[in-house]
């Protein structure tokens, strides 16, 4: 399922619940639907960027390897790209840059609507 991140300063931001929902639930906020103040984009902005900073501090798991390993097994596989990890940073970035735009616009954020 897409969540659908709105803002009158910033375009769309989409994103895939499951990667949402880490930052949502740090928020106490629903997937479903609701709203970021421009009064809190402060205060979950500085709660984004320490959880950008805190998985930097992770390499990519055994278990994610481990994956990748067990779809490719030993035979050669001519026919798809190399697995690409993107990191939580990666995927946070746009909506990171929203929330700052909500901030300096003092504007909300909304999804669900």
């Not at 930052?23 to 984004?48: C, D, F, N, W």
Request: charged share 30%; net charge negative; aromatic share 6%.
């Amino acid at each position: 399922m897409l969540i659908t991140f709105k803002c009158k300063t910033y375009p769309e931001v989409l994103m895939y619940q499951e990667h949402a929902k880490r930052i949502l639930e740090l928020l106490h906020k629903e997937p479903e639907r609701g709203v970021i103040t421009s009064a809190e984009a402060t205060q979950v902005i500085s709660l984004v960027e320490d959880e950008i900073e805190e998985s930097r501090k992770h390499q990519v798991s055994d278990q994610v390897a481990h994956d990748v390993h067990a779809h490719h097994r030993d035979e050669d596989d001519h026919e798809h790209q190399a697995i690409e990890v993107v990191s939580f940073s990666t995927r946070m970035y746009p909506l990171l840059e929203m929330l700052r735009s909500a901030r300096d616009n003092k504007t909300d954020i909304l999804w669900g609507v």
